[in-house]
């Protein structure tokens, strides 16, 4: 099975602009978690998608926004980029059937976003 | 609220000598704890969990780890290290909300074995 992929791998932003983050689950999982990872904070919980439904949401300004598809491909969208949001962003599915506390995630490689 | 803490940011040992690598937690409820590794410029891979049963917990890569409610941690363990085993691990608790958990990590502990 093909592992969860994220792209792109490398982006490079300055303040203001948006960008859009994609992820790519396992075949067959159906949540997706979303996480920041920072030298300063470690790594924090953005949210979690199950079904194009928003499941769970980490403590983050409205700027960080996500959404599902119905093949559970997700995106994370962060409006009005500030220099604190650079940062690696893993995503990590599970299959979610069986409720996703007893279940493993399974994490893609990140995206190093830099935002100068 | 939930809290894990790794009180070690490096932890040294010499290849083919046993490693324990700590972690405590604070969690209302039944814990739920992980713990992942991650290699330079990689993503998270899991390693182990507890959920309930047994509190030796045997992982992948020949790591287990001991889940000790009284002192509420659960540590990291392998009896004999590898230099392949260096490397940032992460320990994780989960606290269950609806059907799903938001996990809680700690800051990390980079693990360095020494040829």
């Known amino acids: 099975k093909a592992g969860v992929t994220q792209t792109p791998r490398y982006l490079i932003k300055t303040r203001g602009q948006q960008v859009t983050l994609s992820c790519s689950p396992i075949?067959?999982?159906?949540?997706v978690s979303w996480y920041q990872q920072t030298p300063g904070q470690g790594l924090q919980f953005l949210f979690e998608?199950?079904?194009?439904?928003?499941?769970n949401k980490g403590n983050f300004p409205g700027r960080f926004s996500g959404r599902q598809f119905s093949n559970s491909r997700s995106e994370m969208n962060v409006s009005t980029l500030e220099l604190g949001d650079s940062a690696l962003y893993l995503c990590?599915?599970?299959?979610?059937?069986?409720?996703?506390?007893?279940?493993?995630?399974?994490f893609g490689p990140g995206t190093r976003l830099l935002v100068l | 609220a939930q809290s894990v803490a790794q009180p070690e940011d490096q932890v040294n040992v010499a290849e083919g000598n046993p490693l324990t690598v700590k972690c405590t937690y604070s969690?209302?409820?039944?814990?739920?704890l992980f713990w992942y590794v991650q290699y330079p410029n990689r993503g998270l891979q899991f390693l182990l969990k507890?959920?309930?049963?047994?509190?030796l917990v045997k992982g992948s890569y020949g790591f287990e780890a001991e889940f000790n409610k009284s002192q509420t941690s659960f540590h990291l363990k392998k009896p004999s290290a590898l230099v392949s085993d260096s490397a940032l691990y992460f320990c994780a608790v989960g606290r269950q909300t609806g059907g799903s958990y938001i996990p809680t990590f700690g800051r990390g502990t980079s693990l360095i074995v020494h040829p």
């Open positions: 990590a599915s599970s299959s979610g059937t069986s409720g996703s506390w007893q279940e493993t995630q399974y």
């Open positions: 998608y199950f079904s194009e439904t928003q499941r």
């Open positions: 507890y959920i309930t049963g047994d509190n």
């Open positions: 969690v209302s409820g039944n814990p739920y």
């Open positions: 075949s067959g999982h159906r949540s």
